[in-house]
């Protein structure tokens, strides 16, 4: 009887997981549930919004070619098409897995507002001037937030409740807030900056001086919209580090 509760307990060891074999598949099941449950919610969300943009987009054909007025009932026919187009004809669910399968693939398929435009070729146009704002917003961001934080927590006193109080603020403001409000300030009241575009209409792309300066006059707002964000969160989090460590024991040892 005892050798067989030993040859179970042995059997049990031998397919028991180590904790880091365990804390590795929790992770990655963590990773792959929030996969699912964030692609659904952009899945769903457009699909329970008011509006069917296959009508609008068959409308402003129409409007386009017509002159305006309401759609005739000889363009069901063409909306019926792009239904099918977009396999909006499709149940709910072989529309979910369709989604999921261009997600993998990176098909994205056509898009509807920029037909008969590719969603992959909008992105890969739109992808450079993302990454050329937010990595230099990042890196300003992180360098200046981190600097001020520790100077703040340095001197302390006046200085240091001021300057906590517009990092805090600057920290809690979403950034697209901010864009709008430095638009509405520095764009449209005082028009020092351009409230829209990369560069200006009528330009072609070049590395000339002047289509550069263009691009950084129109760089100049989102870029503050993002950095100002990024330095808040980084200053508040370099104060409190700071602050602990000024508090330390070897800190106070070494000042006496």
């Given at each position: 009887?005892?050798?067989?509760?030993?040859?179970?307990?042995?059997?049990?060891?031998?397919?028991?997981?180590?904790?880091?074999?365990?804390?590795?598949?929790?992770?990655?099941?963590?990773?792959?549930?929030?996969?699912?449950?964030?692609?659904?919610?952009?899945?769903?969300?457009?699909?329970?919004?008011?509006?069917?943009?296959?009508?609008?987009?068959?409308?402003?054909?129409?409007?386009?070619?017509?002159?305006?007025?309401?759609?005739?009932?000889?363009?069901?026919?063409?909306?019926?098409?792009?239904?099918?187009?977009?396999?909006?004809?499709?149940?709910?669910?072989?529309?979910?897995?369709?989604?999921?399968?261009?997600?993998?693939?990176?098909?994205?398929?056509?898009?509807?507002?920029?037909?008969?435009?590719?969603?992959?070729?909008?992105?890969?146009?739109?992808l450079p001037w993302s990454l050329a704002l937010l990595i230099?917003?990042?890196?300003?961001?992180?360098?200046?937030?981190?600097?001020?934080?520790?100077?703040?927590?340095?001197?302390?006193?006046?200085?240091?409740?001021?300057?906590?109080?517009?990092?805090?603020?600057?920290?809690?403001?979403?950034?697209?807030?901010?864009?709008?409000?430095?638009?509405?300030?520095?764009?449209?009241?005082?028009?020092?900056?351009?409230?829209?575009?990369?560069?200006?209409?009528?330009?072609?792309?070049?590395?000339?001086?002047?289509?550069?300066?263009?691009?950084?006059?129109?760089?100049?707002?989102?870029?503050?919209?993002?950095?100002?964000?990024?330095?808040?969160?980084?200053?508040?989090?370099?104060?409190?580090?700071?602050?602990?460590?000024?508090?330390?024991?070897?800190?106070?040892?070494?000042?006496?």
């Amino acid at each position: 009887m005892f050798e067989l509760e030993e040859e179970s307990d042995r059997k049990m060891q031998k397919f028991s997981l180590s904790p880091l074999t365990f804390f590795f598949i929790r992770k990655i099941g963590f990773y792959i549930l929030t996969f699912f449950l964030a692609t659904f919610l952009i899945w769903i969300i457009p699909r329970m919004m008011p509006g069917d943009p296959i009508r609008s987009f068959v409308a402003e054909i129409y409007n386009t070619m017509q002159g305006g007025g309401q759609i005739p009932i000889k363009t069901k026919h063409l909306y019926e098409y792009y239904v099918k187009k977009f396999d909006l004809d499709k149940p709910y669910y072989i529309q979910y897995f369709t989604y999921l399968k261009s997600i993998l693939t990176f098909d994205f398929s056509i898009s509807i507002a920029f037909y008969p435009a590719k969603v992959i070729d909008l992105v890969r146009m739109a992808l450079p001037w993302s990454l050329a704002l937010l990595i230099p917003a990042q890196i300003v961001g992180w360098i200046l937030g981190n600097y001020l934080g520790a100077l703040a927590a340095y001197h302390r006193g006046k200085t240091d409740n001021i300057v906590f109080s517009l990092f805090l603020l600057l920290s809690q403001t979403p950034y697209y807030w901010l864009a709008l409000m430095l638009a509405y300030l520095l764009a449209f009241q005082f028009p020092i900056f351009p409230y829209g575009g990369g560069y200006s209409w009528g330009m072609t792309p070049s590395l000339s001086l002047r289509f550069i300066l263009d691009v950084l006059w129109h760089y100049v707002l989102p870029f503050l919209s993002l950095v100002l964000v990024i330095i808040g969160g980084q200053a508040i989090g370099m104060r409190e580090m700071t602050l602990y460590e000024l508090g330390s024991d070897y800190i106070y040892y070494g000042k006496n």
